[in-house]
């Protein structure tokens, strides 16, 4: 029973996600935002309010436990992706500066932002026993995501990849994303360090250490191996087991460590070659699962810890107070960033539009801060929503601020007339 359950569970899911993503698609959305609705729509605030019975059979708890370890199992192979994908773009030492001031105040003015509002959320919203600091830090963490995947893929339907926008946009979002994940790290070290101060540091020194033997040693002996065995971008059987057994080991001693699995898989494939013919290679053998059976599962456990309750009360001023966070703190701080960088003020609201695309990378962190028990379901439903309509944001400000036809400003590339 449990199995034909399960297999009932993945097919309504992957019906739920590819339905949504193709539909959000006809309207010029990137289709991960239909598979991210997909999730609301599967959990109590839709299906679950309609057909509670037959929601409370389908997803009855008891049979969770198997879709929670599909969907880490998808989460870790994902971010793998990610820190492998994660590369300066071309030309980036040359806008450098440009990029810093963008990659920083687009993290400090969320950060900023989170903070604010912290006190107003913190006394109804915080779970039993979590304290002001960690609380107002992990929302200010929440502000500042930028969703790097997402927005390349956005550029590149756009055909802007290349242009003075997207090369900087994608420079700041490498820094961002690097910031913003530190700041991440810290906070759930401080939260998930059951005795005290000590544990905190051993679990701070514990990811410092991890990170210089994945960087100094681990990376290294790959970039060898695969120099002299894949000289291609197309590791072999062994090579390819090499790199998961690897990856799941990262994985598991950033869990043991007391943070989340995730850290340990962007880790490792962050330390990798930075080849595009490893990527594609690496994209067609595992990001296509991932992200086509695996991730749905996640956006549909994300859904499940959705809550109605978070829209009773004073839950319509929260969710305001962090949609206004969340848009003026990543559009404003892009914005200023790229105008103390030079940029005109249209150029430069359309980095803070691309900026202020959040997406999966959103879902990633609040599940993170849910399963650490630093939020609970009322903040991570407003997180939630705020991650899907930011997102849903991006491609019409783009739009409006830079046109749908941009400059393409490559050294050595002649640009469009």
Known sequence: MGHSILLLQLVVILLAARGLGWLLGKVGQPP????????????????????????????????LPALDSLS??????????????????????????????VGVLSVLVPVAAGLAIAPALHPALAP???????????????????????????????????????RLSLSSAAIADVLAWILLAFVVAMITSDTGWGGFWRIIIGLVALSAVVFGVVGPLFKRALARHASDGQ??????????????????????????????????????????????????????????????????????????????????????LIMLAAVGGKILGGAAGARLAGHNWRDSLAVGSLMNARALMELIVIKVGLDAGIIGPEIFTMLMIMAIVTT????????????????VDTPGRPSPS
């Open 235 to 320: 590791p072999g059987g062994s090579l390819m087991a090499a790199m998961l057994i690897t990856l799941f080991a990262c994985a598991a001693i950033t869990q043991w460590l007391q943070l989340h699995p995730v850290f340990g898989a962007f880790l490792f494939g962050a330390c990798l070659p930075r080849d595009d013919r490893l990527l594609r290679t690496l994209i067609e053998r595992i990001e296509h699962l991932a992200v086509i059976v695996l991730m749905p599962i996640f956006f549909a456990l994300a859904g499940l810890n959705t809550t109605l309750d978070a829209f009773t009360g004073g839950g319509g001023l929260a969710l305001g």
């Open 128 to 166: 039993e026993g979590v304290g002001f600091w960690p609380f107002a830090l992990f929302m200010a963490a929440a502000m500042s995501i930028t969703a790097f995947p997402i927005m390349a893929r956005i550029l590149k339907e756009r055909g802007m990849t290349h242009t003075r926008i997207g």
């Open 392 to 407: 849903v944001m991006t491609s019409p400000l783009l739009t409006l601020f830079s046109g749908r036809n941009a400059q």
């Open 72 to 101: 880490q199992l998808g989460l870790v192979l994902f971010m793998f992706i990610v820190g492998a994908e994660l590369r300066a773009p071309e030309g980036v030492r040359a806008q450098l500066r440009e990029a810093g001031w």
């Open 32 to 63: 991960v935002i239909g598979e991210m609705a997909a999730g609301i729509v599967l959990g109590p605030i839709v299906f679950g309010y309609f057909a509670p019975g037959l929601h409370g059979t389908l997803f009855a708890p008891a049979s």
